[in-house]
């Protein structure tokens, strides 16, 4: 059974920074792809950086570029998600993803993933 369960969730001011990471259990994404995607309130679902980690890419969404880094720790099936300079706009509930098999141009579509954490919140105030 695969499980995805985030942590580093909180608190912060505008200005500040976070690391959410995500520990995946019952498969080994290393040749798959594991990213986030986040939920605002009435908002729908969007994508906020995933990577391809066979290949070592990784991918953004240009509200996030620049200030937020995905990367991988293979040994422990964990990605993290460095947060700099957070806005109030970052303020969501934050959902690791993963799944195995995707190509580059559905990397972005959140229905592409198979495997889902709980959600962990950020908000970030002014």
């Known amino acids: 059974q695969v499980q995805l369960v985030e942590s580093g969730g909180g608190s912060v001011q505008t200005g500040g920074s976070l690391t959410l990471s995500c520990a995946a259990s019952?498969?080994?994404?290393?040749?798959?792809?594991m990213g986030w995607f986040r939920q605002a309130p009435g908002k729908e679902r969007e994508f906020v950086a995933t990577?391809?980690?066979?290949?070592?890419?990784?991918y953004y969404a240009d509200s996030v570029k620049g200030r937020f880094t995905i990367s991988r720790d293979n040994a422990k099936n964990t990605v993290y998600l460095q947060m700099n300079s957070l806005s109030p706009e970052d303020t969501a509930v934050y959902y690791c993803?993963?799944?195995?098999?995707?190509?580059?141009?559905?990397?972005?579509?959140?229905?592409?993933?198979?495997?889902w954490g709980q959600g962990t919140q950020v908000t970030v105030s002014s």
């Open positions: 990577g391809k980690w066979s290949s070592g890419h990784t």
């Open positions: 019952g498969q080994n994404f290393r040749r798959g792809a």
């Open positions: 993803a993963a799944g195995m098999s995707l190509i580059t141009s559905s990397l972005r579509t959140a229905a592409q993933y198979a495997y």
